[in-house]
């Protein structure tokens, strides 16, 4: 058999194609060019999946922020959505922009109701982001939509605050006090400071000091400080009555034989003043209810002061158990406790004003001034409520309570007052539990 005569032409044209086969230095070229569609494809949604994370970040923080501030509305009675417009006009994710806006119909606002938490505010927010490489195959730009729910809970024991809200600060610490709540302390001034410290020789001592204002970078034996905290709800406001019973009789003399009684107890005849609950009795004038001197027991009960001053000079030592007295009226008085006197009251462990030991109408002026000075045998427990009082703390000899919560318009701790909180032997000792913002998704 004989094989056709092929030219020289095509024998070399033959050898070249198979020596081009067997060639593997161009294979890579090719495999590189046809896979760089997917290579640059994966690295555009790589970056674009960051870009998306990243808006989606910064979003959610913008919806966390809004419920937060709605929920601080909501707890101090403002309007929840001009809160959170407010906070979202703020904040450079959500504000107008040329670049980013929300989209219309957001924020949406909602208030759900759980048993983790009061005063529920749930912020949804969508906003449409143009993603640089998915944008070419898009015809929309894809949009992003965050919530965030957010309540108020219950954190923190507390037996100390001052309620003015701004002016100044609401609690001063100052002088060589010695001051030891044994819980925590709030200022509702959104004053900066909130709480101001006068001198290095005072000492206050209490776990946690919470303000709504600034605080001092240290407030020496306090453990934490808190500041531009959310405002804590007043524990007693509109709680208790404070009106004087219509069948009451008010005298303005503490020597009136319908107020004062002689009673002998162990052998010893001991001075004895009539209650609301004994006697009927209000008490009215200069000298209502003014101690100068001498020894004198409360009865059980309720003592309620008509415009005048509790007032207790002269080394007076007064006495009572079970006892809350009621400063009330056109024009509520003050405390005024001298530092000769010796004080040892507690207040009823029962019935309607059960652990309170003064309450102050809230109809009293707010420069009503209140000092707190008895001697190192003084004992006050349970609860000071003065809402429109300036209660000041102090004395040479200093005055010491037992344990006691004192919530005043303003607190002053100064001079050499000597004030510990203890629950050994107390009777009618008392916190609020404070109040903080938590998310819950």
């Not at 494809?41 to 790589?46: D, S």
């Not at 989606?56 to 929920?71: C, P």
Request: hydrophobic residues 35%.
């Amino acid at each position: 058999m004989t094989h056709a005569h092929q030219s020289p032409g095509s024998v070399q044209m033959t050898a070249f194609f198979k020596r081009l086969c067997r060639d593997k230095r161009g294979n890579a070229l090719l495999i590189a060019g046809a896979a760089m569609p997917f290579v640059v494809g994966a690295a555009g949604l790589a970056s674009d999946t960051i870009q998306w994370t990243l808006w989606k970040r910064q979003l959610q923080r913008a919806a966390d922020s809004a419920a937060f501030a709605g929920v601080y509305a909501s707890a101090a009675s403002y309007s929840v959505p001009d809160a959170i417009t407010a906070d979202l006009n703020n904040n450079n994710q959500t504000k107008n922009q040329s670049n980013v806006s929300l989209l219309t119909g957001y924020p949406v606002i909602t208030y759900p109701t759980s048993v983790n938490y009061t005063h529920g505010v749930r912020v949804q927010l969508a906003v449409q982001q143009k993603l640089g490489f998915s944008s070419l195959f898009l015809a929309a730009a894809p949009t992003i939509t965050v919530s965030a729910t957010a309540g108020l809970v219950d954190q923190g024991e507390y037996c100390a605050g001052g309620l003015m809200e701004s002016g100044g600060p609401a609690i001063t610490i100052g002088g060589s006090s010695s001051t030891n709540l044994g819980c925590n302390a709030y200022s509702a001034s959104n004053s900066s400071p909130a709480v101001a410290t006068n001198g290095s020789s005072y000492s206050f001592t209490a776990p946690e000091m919470s303000a709504v204002g600034g605080l001092p970078s240290a407030i020496t034996g306090v453990a934490t400080l808190k500041p531009y905290h959310m405002v804590m709800p007043d524990p007693f406001k509109d709680k208790y009555p404070t009106n004087i019973p219509s069948d009451a009789t008010c005298y303005n003399n503490l020597n009136n034989g319908n107020v004062k009684y002689n009673k002998v107890v162990g052998g010893v005849t001991q001075t004895w003043i009539k209650s609301y609950e004994t006697g009927k009795v209000c008490f009215t004038g200069n000298n209502g209810f003014k101690f100068t001197g001498g020894t004198y027991y409360l009865d059980p009960g309720t003592y309620y002061l008509d415009s005048t001053n509790f007032d207790t000079t002269g080394g007076t030592t007064l006495i009572g158990t079970g006892v809350t007295i009621i400063l009330t009226g056109t024009t509520p008085g003050s405390i005024a406790t001298n530092g000769n006197s010796t004080i040892q009251l507690s207040a009823p462990t029962s019935g309607t004003y059960s652990k309170m030991l003064f309450i102050q109408s809230s109809n009293a002026t707010t420069n009503n001034g209140n000092t707190i000075n008895g001697n190192n045998s003084s004992s006050f427990d349970g609860a000071m409520y003065l809402p429109k009082g300036q209660v000041t703390f102090s004395g040479s000899s200093g005055a010491t309570t037992k344990c006691v919560m004192v919530i005043g318009y303003t607190l002053n701790f100064t001079g050499n007052t000597n004030l510990q909180n203890t629950t050994t032997g107390c009777t009618a000792n008392t916190t609020f539990t404070g109040k903080a913002i938590k998310l819950f998704g």
